[in-house]
């Protein structure tokens, strides 16, 4: 483990629109609790000493603490309110965040993220100042060009995941530019400074629940365990 303060900001942004259910995604329940409960766990067996910083919509906060009580959830986190883009979440997570350290930014709607893989994005972000997590692809990948579309080297691509981390001073400065289009993850705001992004290799369980197809595959992964 890094000497550096370890932090993990987990954003919790979901409404459940694409999973077509009631209840915001990561609130739905999986094994008897809600999804973000399973993803918290995994980052306090990691390390029980790691700061963990929820970031969820304002209107869901109080949700939130009733599930706390009506699980017994007793993992200690602290609860901030999101922002209206993922880009002004994490900004809101990081406000949390005292003095130098690593920082992990996960996706609450993540929950069989290994420990191993957090072990590792935290060991390379402490050498390389960033580590993002990513799989290579399975399928076949196409391009889409103006004249239609055409084949690309699969070899040549990575599926993003998350955890991604972070020396804290990068992170910070990353957040103060204004947002952008283009920034889609961590990864994307922290290049657009120039910093180099270190890859780790990731877990093709570690699955983002984000329609209803996922919901199976996280009872059966979660049987497994």
């Known amino acids: ?27 739905i329940e ?8 399973h993803t918290i ?9 790691l700061r963990l910083i929820v970031v969820l919509p304002q209107q869901q906060l109080n949700t939130w603490r009733d599930l706390c009580r009506k699980h017994g959830f007793k993992i200690f986190h602290m609860a901030v309110a999101g922002g209206a883009t993922r880009f002004g979440s994490v900004k809101n997570g990081l406000d949390a965040v005292q003095g130098e350290g690593l920082v992990a930014v996960h996706d609450g709607v993540r929950p069989f993220v290994e420990t191993t893989t957090i072990k590792a994005a935290f060991e390379a972000a402490a050498v390389h100042g960033s580590a ?9 990948i196409r391009e889409l060009t103006p004249e239609g579309n055409q084949a690309v080297p699969r070899a040549n691509y990575k599926l993003v995941q998350t955890p991604q981390c972070f020396r804290t001073g990068i992170l910070r400065r990353a957040y103060e530019q204004a947002e952008q289009e283009h920034f889609t993850d961590d990864a994307s705001v922290v290049e657009q400074l120039g910093e180099k992004i270190v890859l780790v290799e990731g877990s093709y369980r570690n699955i983002k629940i984000t329609t209803p197809e996922d919901l199976v595959l996280a009872e059966a992964f979660a049987k497994e365990q």
Do not use: C, T, W
């Not at 954003?11 to 629109?17: D, L, P, T």
């Open 1 to 27: 483990m890094s000497q550096l303060p370890e932090y993990a900001i987990i954003v919790a942004g979901g409404s459940g629109s694409r999973m077509q259910h009631e209840v915001p995604k990561q609130f």
């Open 132 to 140: 993002v997590v990513a799989v290579s692809p399975k399928d076949s």
């Open 41 to 49: 766990e995994r980052f306090y067996e990691y390390n029980p000493d």
């Open 30 to 37: 999986v094994a008897g609790k809600p999804i973000l409960m």
